[in-house]
């Protein structure tokens, strides 16, 4: 992978993995990038305990990559606060609202798969957060992402996920709907289909406005923590912890998500 200056101007770019835009893995961030800001604020004190979190495992100015960097909503505050950071992402159109954002152009990107990562830097931090990492749908690509990571991982590297806690939807037997605001005239409705064996999710965002309906159908497969010791180690890596939020608290049953930190084996 490449960093400085290799900004998305093509859409044939592929420095950070083999995706071809356009494929699966870039069909949610094509379909949501101009909504995507009002779905995921870009500020708040969630943001602020992330990076005071990751501050604290490698403060600032290390360097960071971001797996699904998305619109920058992480990225551009991680490199206010001093990290040289590069975003990786499989949707072109996700990346140029990115640059749009980012007023001070600190934040180098590039397209491409993160289950495939082609790695040419080694980073102090690998950060994957929001669930991102389960939108890999199959146990290899997850396992596939995390060789990568370890490639991308200086020595005495860290790579932190966020992911949900599995139970919020392994406990969903039958299909359920949520409701979200967007803006004054538009609406967001998300049907949830979970298949329990297959630890898939299946989400239908709608968008409803103005402009009429948009239906993005968004799967994404969720691995038990179990599981993802079990893969961390097939990659050369291992969980070295796990809370339940950004804030270090410790992980119960009914803990809404997990934050996992992670090193390479040979440390
Ligand atoms: C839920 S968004 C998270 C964005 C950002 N990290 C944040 O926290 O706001 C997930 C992002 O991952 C990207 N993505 C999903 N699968 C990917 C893949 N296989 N390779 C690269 N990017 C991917 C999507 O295009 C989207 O921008």
């Known amino acids: 992978m490449t960093t400085g200056t290799d900004r998305p101007t093509d859409a044939e770019a592929t420095p ?3 995706a071809a835009p356009g494929g ?4 949610y961030g ?3 990038a101009d909504v995507y800001d009002s779905l995921y604020p870009a500020a708040g004190p969630a943001i602020d305990s992330m990076v005071g979190f990751l501050q604290k495992l490698r403060p600032a100015p290390a360097s960071l990559l971001e797996l699904g960097v998305g619109t920058g909503r992480l990225a551009i505050p991680l490199a206010g606060s001093g990290y040289r950071v590069h975003g990786v992402d499989a949707s072109p159109a996700m990346l140029a609202k990115l640059h749009e954002n980012d007023s001070t152009g600190r934040v180098t990107t590039s397209v491409g798969d993160f289950s495939a990562l082609a790695v040419e830097e080694r980073y102090d931090l690998v950060l994957t957060a929001l669930n991102t990492f389960f939108m890999l749908p199959t146990q290899e690509q997850q396992i596939s992402c995390l060789r990568g990571i370890h490639d991308a991982l200086a020595d005495d590297g860290v790579a932190v996920f966020e992911t949900y806690n599995p139970q919020v939807y392994h406990r969903l ?4 709907t949520r409701v979200g605001h967007l803006a004054p005239d538009a609406l967001l409705l998300d049907t949830i289909q979970v298949n329990q064996s297959l630890q898939s999710v299946l989400v239908v965002h709608t968008i409803m406005s103005a402009g009429g309906l948009r239906k993005v159908p968004e799967v994404s497969r969720y691995a038990w ?3 993802f010791d079990v893969m961390a180690r097939l990659a050369g890596l291992r969980v070295t912890d796990r809370w339940a939020d950004w804030d270090r608290s410790p992980v119960t049953s009914h803990s809404e998500k997990h934050v996992y930190v992670v090193e390479r084996q040979n440390v």
């Open 16 to 18: 950070g993995g083999s």
């Open 24 to 27: 699966n893995s870039s069909a």
């Open 30 to 32: 094509e379909s949501l």
């Open 173 to 176: 037997t039958e299909a359920t």
């Open 225 to 227: 923590p179990a599981e």
